[in-house]
């Protein structure tokens, strides 16, 4: 049985969970850490078929007793760096149950020779203990093997995944060339996701016009909101500036069906979901360089356009581009959603497979082989093997 460990039930991670427990004909459980609405996500986790734990309530104790009793027993653990993850990843250790870290792109921030070097160990000797590696995107692939010394056998590209709607619809302002593009940014704010570039790149863009040739909608909350707001408003932009606070998931993809394009500005933005909902939707991406699922995705079809990090005259020249060739704006939403179909969910539980398999043979050659694992998996669905 997989084993799959999260940190909580959101509605993409669901997703994954359904196409799980369905290809591997129910020989799948999801332990999720926490349910952080759990009011809210009870009716809904019940209703989705799979079987699930939430660990905060039922324990760590649980998670052993299962994986003690279960010998086909395969764990996939979601990150490598919080107390979930250690005590995931000594539990699996001891049992010797075969263990899968599923990883984003770490984090490229400063830290001190100490901290990296003690951060180089412990991913090294992770290394060593996991039987394989799920990283999130061709970049993080080669960010674990050519930096972190991770042996490319252990790596598999195994992203974010989502259920790609199987009807879609172009921009609303394609064939409106009179009407303002209307461009959206999701996320919370904080000086990360660098929303102020966004803002400094629509105004440039109707100040160079000489009227409003666009707009930006901000979806989210965070810590910078009122620096934002103000930002806006000393810029003279705030009739083409709105902020529409936090929404659920259910709203973010109307929100984002109601626009033209994405925009994420962010210094740094690992495999972010919001990417592959806005293509899924067919709505091209400006992303800056650091935005780790657009370069994943980035095809050169004109469905993704980056802009350096911080240059906000850059992406305003993007917006603009957009703005004034509604043509341009139509063929980079049909080439958003030609990248998205080439991903459906259901190749998710073939990778993984192809993944597991070749983590058998590894530690059939090491003498480690679990018999009622190889059986297992060998007894769930055929698939034939996928790469990205």
Not at 335 to 341: D, F, H, S, T, V
Request: proline share 4%; net charge positive.
């Amino acid at each position: 049985m997989i084993h799959l460990v999260l940190r909580s039930p959101d509605a993409y991670q669901r997703a994954l969970c359904r196409a799980l427990h369905n290809h591997f004909q129910g020989e799948f459980i999801a332990w999720f850490h926490k349910d952080e609405q759990a009011t809210s996500n009870a009716a809904a986790l019940e209703s989705e078929g799979f079987k699930f734990r939430v660990l905060s309530e039922c324990g760590y104790r649980r998670l052993v007793s299962e994986l003690k009793a279960d010998h086909a027993a395969t764990v996939i653990l979601g990150g490598w760096s919080s107390r979930m993850a250690h005590q995931t990843i000594l539990i699996s250790k001891v049992l010797g149950a075969p263990l899968f870290v599923w990883a984003d792109h770490p984090h490229p921030r400063r830290r001190s020779s100490i901290k990296e070097n003690t951060r180089r160990l412990y991913l090294r000797t992770l290394a060593s203990i996991a039987d394989g590696f799920l990283v999130c995107g061709q970049p993080t692939a080669d960010h674990l093997e050519k930096l972190l010394g991770i042996s490319g056998a252990k790596i598999t590209n195994f992203p974010y995944w989502i259920d790609i709607p199987e009807k879609w619809s172009l921009p609303p302002h394609c064939a409106s060339d009179d009407q303002a593009l209307r461009i959206i940014a999701i996320g919370r704010h904080v000086p990360v996701k660098a929303f102020e570039v966004a803002i400094e790149a629509v105004h440039i863009s109707n100040q160079t016009a000489g009227r409003c040739i666009a707009t930006l909608d901000l979806v989210g909350d965070g810590p910078d909101r009122a620096s934002l707001e103000a930002r806006a408003k000393s810029m003279g932009a705030e009739t083409s500036i709105a902020f529409s606070g936090w929404r659920n998931n259910d709203d973010v993809w109307r929100l984002l069906e109601s626009a033209d394009a994405l925009v994420i500005p962010s210094r740094f933005e690992p495999y972010g979901v919001v990417v592959l909902e806005a293509l899924a939707s067919g709505r091209p991406v400006l992303a800056s360089n650091q935005v780790i699922a657009a370069l994943d995705k980035h095809d050169g079809s004109g469905a993704i356009r980056f802009h350096e990090a911080g240059d906000a005259k850059q992406l305003a020249q993007q917006i603009s581009l957009l703005a004034n060739e509604r043509d341009v704006l139509r063929k980079s939403a049909e080439a958003a959603r030609a990248i998205a179909e080439r991903s459906p969910l259901e190749l998710a539980p073939a990778i993984l497979k192809t993944a597991i398999d070749q983590a058998i043979r590894r530690r059939r050659t090491r003498g480690r082989t679990r018999p009622a694992l190889e059986e297992s998996v060998g007894n769930s669905k055929e698939a034939k093997s996928h790469t990205l």
